[in-house]
């Protein structure tokens, strides 16, 4: 009518709700929301959830070295967004290894118009822009080459991996860190083995590294 104002569509009560629950959905899975929030964002997130989205578990991707767990959103074979390691209760023994913003956000990097899909090679001067594309097998067969004569001309030093050239612990597993801490004490271990005299102060080894009195007595030390 005359003189009345046109009503809208959305309310502004509706727009802070729904931006309430976008807030929340968006921020699922996070390490920063209280306690008391995770089952609410959880719910959120899963009610928005499309059934036809199919989930598949994958591993970031970027330059810190590890590799953790990334849940995969997938549609029409394309990923439309990144969710964290949000299963189990996340108690100790079952924790949730959950990513960081770098990991959240690959889908950007995988979606890049820009992105590699495939191996190139110059074929024109250096900051020219000309590229031609190659096989894998040619790709690798051309580094390998490569790599070999730059060792054999001026040793191993002179091979330098730099910093965010991508995944260079893809072979860690689970035991990565114990095998580390193996190798860096190992010395100091056989070294308490195979000790004549051990000199102890206020610490009870026989009962938190009985293994290593085992290993004494093994070698009738």
Not at 127 to 137: L, N, V
């Amino acid at each position: 009518m005359p003189g009345e104002k046109q009503q809208t569509g959305v309310s502004r009560r509706t727009l802070v709700k729904s931006a309430a629950l976008g807030s929340l959905a968006l921020a699922a899975g996070g390490v920063s929301l209280p306690f008391g929030m995770r089952t609410a964002a959880a719910a959120v997130q899963q009610a928005m959830r499309n059934e036809e989205d199919k989930i598949v578990w994958g591993a970031c991707s970027v330059n810190c070295g590890s590799r953790c767990a990334l849940r995969l959103h997938v549609k029409d074979n394309e990923v439309w967004w990144v969710e964290t390691d949000n299963t189990g209760d996340d108690v100790y023994g079952n924790h949730q290894v959950r990513a960081c913003l770098r990991g959240r956000s690959i889908r950007r990097r995988i979606n890049h118009p820009d992105r590699l899909n495939y191996p190139m090679k110059r074929v024109g001067r250096r900051g020219e822009g000309k590229f031609e594309r190659i096989s894998w097998q040619e790709a690798l067969d051309t580094i390998s080459a490569s790599l070999k004569k730059t060792v054999e001309t001026y040793g191993n030093e002179a091979v330098y991996i730099h910093y965010s050239s991508g995944i260079v612990g893809g072979k860690h597993n689970p035991l990565v860190a114990c095998r580390l801490a193996g190798e860096a004490f190992d010395e100091l271990l056989r070294r308490f083995v195979e000790s004549i005299r051990l000199i102890q102060y206020r610490a009870n080894f026989l009962r938190h590294a009985l293994h290593l009195w085992l290993q004494r007595r093994q070698q009738h030390v």
